[in-house]
Structure formats: C-alpha cells, structure tokens
C-alpha cells in the first residue's frame, strides 16, 4: 500500500544518512510521486460488476494473475523471480544455508509497455517490482500526470551507471500486476510444490542450459501441472550464457522432444540468463502477451484457498 511504499523510500533514504522526516523539503514531493501510481479505490464510485483483471483501480494495488516458476532443483526459478520483481524469495536460513527454495516464495510485480514503441524494434517491456518504485539496476518509475488519474502513462528513468538506457524512451502504460509463486524443485518437497501449483494461473518452466534435459523434477513438475490442468505455460531456457550456442541449440531441439505430447508442446521457449537478466524484458513480453486474463468474479464473497501457513509465535514465546 501507499504507506509501505513510503516506508521502502524512508529507509532507503535512511540507509544513505539522509533525514526521513516528511517535514523536511523535497519529501512531499517524493510522497506524491509514490502516491501518483496508485489509483483510488472508492466502492461509491466503482461498478463492482464491470471490475476485470486489467482495471486501472485494481491493478495499481492488487496482482491480478497468478504465476508459478516450476522446475528442477537449482535450475534458476527464484533467481528468475528475482530478476522480474525485485525481491529474493529464498530468505529463511536454512534455505540460506543450502541454497535451495524449501517453503513457496512470493513476489509481486507489474509489467510496463512502452506506448507508440518503433516498429520491428524489441524491448519494449519492463517489469519492475510492484512494491517499489527504485530497482537495483538504477532505475526509477515515476507518474505523469495527477494522482488518481485512471488513464496514468508512466516514464522510466535510467541512472547514472544503469545499464539500461533505452528505458527511458517515451511514455509507458501499466499492463499487468502478476504474483509469482515460488515452488521448490527438490524431490522430497513435491507436496509444496502442488500447493502451490492449486492457485497458479501459469507458469514459468525453468530448464538449465547446462545440464541435459529433461532433469527428474522438470519431467515430475510438468506432470503435476498437467494433472492440475492448468494451460498456460512459458518455458525458460536459462543459463544460457553457461553454454557455447551449438549445446545451447542442440538442448533447444531437447527440450522440443521432451515437451511434444504434453500441455507444453507449443509452450514458447525463451532462452535467458536470469543471473545476468539476459532477455528478462523478453520474458515480461510474453507473460503480457501470452498469457490470458483470468476470470475473476469481484461481486460474490471472497473463498480463500490456504496453500501455506505462517507461525506468529516466537519459539519460547507463552500462547
């Protein structure tokens, strides 16, 4: 929310020896900039039976879409969250300590489209983490025009030592708002993974380039989807800057083999480097393009469905 979001720009500031005070100059300024993207949400004045997915007022707060990053253990799925939203899913220690993706990680992220871009030109997509509006790669989306505003067109900035010029080209358009679901690829957490696979709208398949193809938790993955008849998916050639481009094309023509007769046969396969963000705007592309809008139903009473539990008691703590 619009307080979390000023909360994530007071401890930056306060990381950088700079007051956080509202009261000192410039900081109003700063906090309409963070309030500009978010749009009024006013129950007296929204249609709840006209509310999509793609609502201006619903997607400047809410992620809409659900996507999961499925595959074989240690072949880059929570890098690649890293890589769209800004945030690190694996945080816990033991997680830390084994480097592995144990419990189901979150992120959200919205996904921007240049408006008017050239023809026959690509990258022209850029994700960026829905809560917040600075990444680590030195960039910062601002607003254009007033706060509340449905019709709100954004710009990029790109800062000095970005590596990411072209960004700052024209105007863009706010498209999507996803939440990424982070599921293990070890073969003893299978269980998690399907919990979480229970509210993915699609998913990312990761698949090493490095490695040969397919991986056992990449083959049991896909299986699990496909029992959970869940349709749309985007396979993720990552590594791809780990191989020399003749392993990397033969693996391609592996990974058509291994797909053909399933869900995923004419799945799109994406070669990336999720470490180096390789093609990352490649994939916020075609997470906008082909992935369809869920039905979503904003007038009857919410059903929650439980895929992970958190325990608010401190060990030793008296219940």
């Not at 809560?131 to 601002?142: E, P, T």
């Not at 003893?188 to 490095?210: K, P, S």
């Not at 004419?266 to 705007?281: E, F, M, T, V, W």
Request: hydrophobic residues 40%; negative net charge; proline residues 5%.
């Amino acid at each position: 929310d619009a307080a979390g979001l000023i909360l994530c720009r007071g401890g930056k500031m306060a990381a950088e020896g700079k007051s956080v005070g509202f009261a000192d100059q410039g900081m109003e300024e700063e906090e309409e900039e963070i309030l500009g993207g978010l749009l009024v949400q006013d129950l007296k004045t929204l249609d709840q039976s006209k509310l999509t997915p793609l609502t201006p007022e619903v997607i400047s707060r809410q992620a809409t879409i659900n996507i999961g990053t499925i595959g074989h253990v240690a072949h880059g799925k929570s890098t690649v969250v890293k890589a769209l939203s800004g945030v690190m899913t694996v945080r816990f220690k033991n997680e830390l300590e084994r480097n592995i993706t144990i419990k189901l990680g979150y992120a959200n992220a919205k996904i921007y489209a240049r408006i008017n871009p050239p023809e026959n030109t690509p990258g022209h997509y850029r994700a960026f983490g829905s809560a917040s509006f600075l990444d680590d790669k030195k960039r910062v989306v601002l607003p254009k025009g007033k706060h509340g505003d449905p019709n709100c067109k954004y710009e990029i900035k790109a800062g000095k030592g970005s590596d990411d010029k072209s960004c700052s080209d024209g105007e863009w358009e706010l498209l999507r708002h996803v939440s990424f679901v982070d599921c293990p690829g070890h073969d003893i957490l299978m269980a998690t993974m399907l919990n979480g696979a229970a509210v993915m709208d699609a998913a990312l398949l990761l698949i090493a380039g490095n490695e040969t193809c397919p991986q056992p938790q990449t083959a049991e993955h896909l299986a699990a989807v496909e029992i959970m008849k869940l349709q749309n998916i985007i396979i993720l050639q990552n590594k791809i800057d780990l191989v020399k481009e003749q392993a990397a094309l033969q693996q391609y023509e592996d990974i058509k083999a291994f797909v053909e007769g399933t869900v995923a046969e004419k799945s799109p396969i994406i070669p990336i480097s999720a470490q180096l963000r390789y093609n990352i705007d490649v994939v916020a592309e075609y997470m906008a393009k082909k992935i369809p809008i869920p039905v979503r139903d904003f007038t009857s009473d919410p059903r929650m469905i439980i895929i992970r539990s958190f325990d608010v008691n401190k060990p030793g703590e008296e219940v």
